[in-house]
């Protein structure tokens, strides 16, 4: 744990706000020497002049602007008027003041100058703005991705990260797990929502041994769970709730997932589909909207020990102590109800991943446990882990199928060809969704185009490492640019157009070059996704059902005819707003 804590502090001298308190002592410094210069009024006039023109060949810009107005306008009045010479030494203390602030924060640090850098500024408006991804992408990666090794870095939150857009290099750091292990900067600090959510013992952040025995307990019960009854029968539900006309499918499909996730996780109907509004889908749509909040996470001190001062934030602090409390309760009842089914030798059918994991627990030969307060943390990733991502995923597809009405008619046709195309609802097993081998195609051309993490969590390298030929230091974050691999005209033909084909048996997916890794949706390797049949499973069974009953349209005056309008939120994830699509009933 030592060995992280060091990692951890060395990163976090990288961190946004360390430079700025270094800015100003240096600045206090600066100012100082610079009045006392001007206060002894000896030789001052030459020594700014040459302040000015060494300043100006460096500067950014703006500051060469600064620069210029001075020399232009005031040093000429202060050659005239000598009192003057106080306050416009003072003017050009602050503008040098002010470049130093400047080059100290936006250049990235000595040890990584080896590698394309993203805009500072640009990167941080992005980040404080919820940008638009295809934007951001568009301005400040591409240039770099497409004109260097696919290592990049740029500032976030956590500090400088260098970021992978190549896929030979993104093969070299997942498939070396242990050389990079989770940065625990992504955790957040403690006491916050963030932390109180998803900071504990769990599958995600854990490293090492701790990862291990997480990983092996929950495995079995990701192998064994595929709860299509359920999905089938939350389809159902969402077939009464929509309407023929315009449908938010990111609405729709958030409260959907809500209910699988709870009902198919740990036994708990959310009852988001029939009732948005009940007290459990708005306390948890209290957090999960608080944890997007980037003003905590760059103060914490606002989240844990202030507070007090906001009182909408101590809602969402009281709505995560409900939930968390619900847990408690839930896995107690769990771990009882499963011994006596056990003593009674009950089976059954469509057990929850709760359920599963107690009994892998239960029947681990070397003895490997979870204790409650571990199994929580779990649900509570897997929770924000699983459900918005999922929603997602749906909802572009959708979103494809009605910009590409060719592409919706063959899924139907082929989801007929196994469910029948009588009209009326027919639910899917686990063995006919397994024959829908073009829906498949769609689903992994949508994630590719988009992937809903557009980036990994970060991760520290271990040692002195080089990634595509790249040198990376010891205790640097690194981590994937997902959206950016995805779209590396490197790797795809046309990136940006939909072509389901490339997923079709020995088409362009199969033949990437070198021994690369260019389609993450689901991550790879050790760390690859653990949810990523659960949702496949799931996809399969809302998509197929949704083809049969609805055909789907873009409306004409809908933002997004031409490009869905994704944002960036938190952890890389990303949402879309007002994303409508018109659904016509087919029976
Ligand atoms: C379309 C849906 C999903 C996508 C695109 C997705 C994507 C990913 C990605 C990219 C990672 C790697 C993150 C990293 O290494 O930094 C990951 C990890 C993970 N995902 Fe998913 N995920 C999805 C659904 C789910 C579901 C349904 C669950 C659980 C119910 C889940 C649980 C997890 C967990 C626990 C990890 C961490 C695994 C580990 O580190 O051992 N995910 N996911």
Not at 80 to 91: C, E, Q, Y
Not at 99 to 107: D, E, G, P
Not at 433 to 454: D, I
């Amino acid at each position: 744990m030592n060995y992280y804590n060091n990692l951890y502090s060395k990163n976090q001298e990288k961190n946004i706000l360390l430079p700025t308190f270094s800015f100003c002592s240096s600045f206090s410094i600066f100012l100082s020497f610079s009045s006392l210069f001007i206060l002894t009024k000896k030789r001052i006039m030459p020594l700014v002049s040459t302040l000015i023109q060494k300043t100006n060949d460096l500067a950014h810009p703006a500051i060469q602007q600064i620069i210029q107005l001075y020399a232009t306008y005031l040093l000429p009045q202060a050659q005239r008027h000598k009192n003057a010479l106080v306050p416009i030494g003072t003017i050009a203390a602050i503008a040098l003041g002010i470049y130093r602030f400047y080059t100290k924060i936006s250049r990235a640090p000595a040890h990584l100058q080896h590698m394309p850098q993203c805009d500072y500024f640009t990167a941080l408006k992005y980040y404080f703005t919820n940008g638009l991804v295809h934007e951001y992408a568009r301005d400040v990666v591409e240039p770099i991705r497409d004109n260097s090794a696919g290592v990049y870095t740029r500032i976030t939150a956590e500090g400088w990260i260098v970021d992978i857009t190549d896929p030979v290099a993104a093969k070299q750091m997942l498939m070396k797990a242990d050389l990079f292990p989770k940065s625990i900067t992504t955790r957040g600090a403690k006491g916050t929502l963030i932390e109180r959510f998803v900071g504990g013992p769990n599958v995600i952040f854990l490293n090492g041994l701790d990862w291990k025995r997480h990983r092996k307990i929950a495995n079995p019960a990701f192998h064994r769970a595929f709860p299509v009854k359920t999905f089938g029968h939350l389809t159902q539900t969402l077939f009464k709730v929509v309407e023929d006309g315009d449908v938010d499918v990111m609405d729709i499909f958030t409260r959907l997932t809500l209910d699988a996730i709870g009902t198919a996780g740990f036994g708990f109907n959310f009852n988001a589909l029939i009732d948005k509004h009940n007290e459990w889908v708005e306390g948890y749509e209290r957090v999960r909207d608080g944890m997007m909040k980037p003003l905590y996470i760059l103060l914490p001190i606002l989240d844990t020990k202030l507070v007090h001062w906001f009182p909408k934030r101590q809602e969402a602090h009281q709505s995560l102590t409900n939930f968390l409390n619900m847990l408690d309760k839930i896995i107690i009842n769990k771990r009882e109800t499963i011994q006596e089914k056990r003593d009674k030798q009950i089976e059954d059918n469509e057990k929850d991943l709760l359920s599963l994991m107690i009994e892998s627990e239960m029947n681990e030969e070397d003895g490997a446990v979870m204790s409650n307060e571990e199994l929580k943390s779990n649900l509570c990733v897997f929770f924000l882990a699983g459900h918005d991502t999922t929603a997602f995923a749906l909802s572009c597809a959708i979103y494809e199928l009605a910009k590409h009405p060719d592409v919706q008619e063959k899924v139907r046709q082929e989801v007929n060809s196994i469910l029948g195309d009588a009209s009326e609802t027919v639910l899917p097993t686990v063995e006919q969704t397994k024959q829908m081998s073009y829906l498949n195609q769609v689903m992994k051309e949508t994630l590719r185009l988009h992937a809903p993490l557009a980036n990994s969590t970060s991760r520290t390298a271990a040692e002195d490492i080089e990634l595509n030929g790249v040198f990376i230091p010891k205790g640097q974050l690194v981590g994937l640019d997902i959206y950016n691999l995805h779209r590396n005209p490197k790797c795809w033909k046309d990136p940006e157009t939909f072509d389901p084909d490339r997923f079709a048996p020995g088409g362009e997916a199969e033949k990437q070059p070198g021994s690369g890794l260019a389609w993450v949706a689901f991550s790879n390797g050790g760390r690859q996704c653990i949810g990523v049949n659960f949702s496949l499973a799931q996809q399969r069974v809302v998509l197929s059902m949704l083809v049969r009953k609805y055909n789907f349209e873009i409306p004409e005056d809908s933002i997004h005819k031409e490009q869905i309008q994704k944002r960036n939120i938190i952890f890389s994830m990303i949402s879309i707003d007002d994303l409508k699509i018109k659904f016509k009933s087919r029976y």
